[in-house]
């Protein structure tokens, strides 16, 4: 499990390798806010946000409960809540019972929630390539691949 930042000595030294996850940190911070802003321009003609679209394509492929789409996306609970109780109004979700929980239930994409999802598909899939063309595969899979290291590192 990863180290809990309260409990961590204060005025400890990094080692290098501290730095260079610092770094990383930075790194993925500025990257979250430019893809936020890449993806509410993305979202915004299918009518989406970055956070909706998010927790559609969460249950894209299968109903989920609100903890389970916030533990996948490594959101709060009550945020994602707000975002699917938004999304059930307008119809691009619905609710549905859970058979493993009777108060938690289930969030289902409706079709008009799928059509959405094709919509900002479609553009992001071009910007995608685009991306991937300027930064490189090889380069963009190493650095999943790291991302996915840290993240198993920090117990998530």
Do not use: Y
Not at 15 to 23: E, L, N, P, R, V
Not at 81 to 108: I, M, Y
């Amino acid at each position: 499990m990863g180290e809990d930042p309260g409990e961590v000595a204060a005025g400890a030294a990094r080692t290098a390798a501290g730095a260079a996850f610092s770094a990383l940190v930075e790194a993925v911070f500025r990257l979250n806010g430019r893809l936020v802003a890449a993806g509410d321009a993305l979202a915004a003609p299918a009518g989406l946000t970055s956070a909706r679209w998010q927790v559609l394509a969460a249950v894209e492929d299968a109903p989920a409960s609100v903890a389970d789409v916030a533990r996948t996306l490594g959101n709060a609970r009550q945020s994602v809540q707000r975002v699917a109780d938004v999304l059930a109004e307008e119809g691009l979700c619905a609710w549905a019972p859970n058979p493993a929980h009777q108060r938690a239930k289930l969030l289902v994409l409706t079709e008009a929630g799928r059509d959405a999802l094709a919509r900002v598909g479609a553009r992001q899939a071009t910007w995608a390539n685009g991306i991937g063309e300027r930064v490189g595969e090889a380069s963009l899979r190493e650095a999943a691949a790291t991302l996915r290291r840290a993240i198993e590192a920090l117990g998530q």
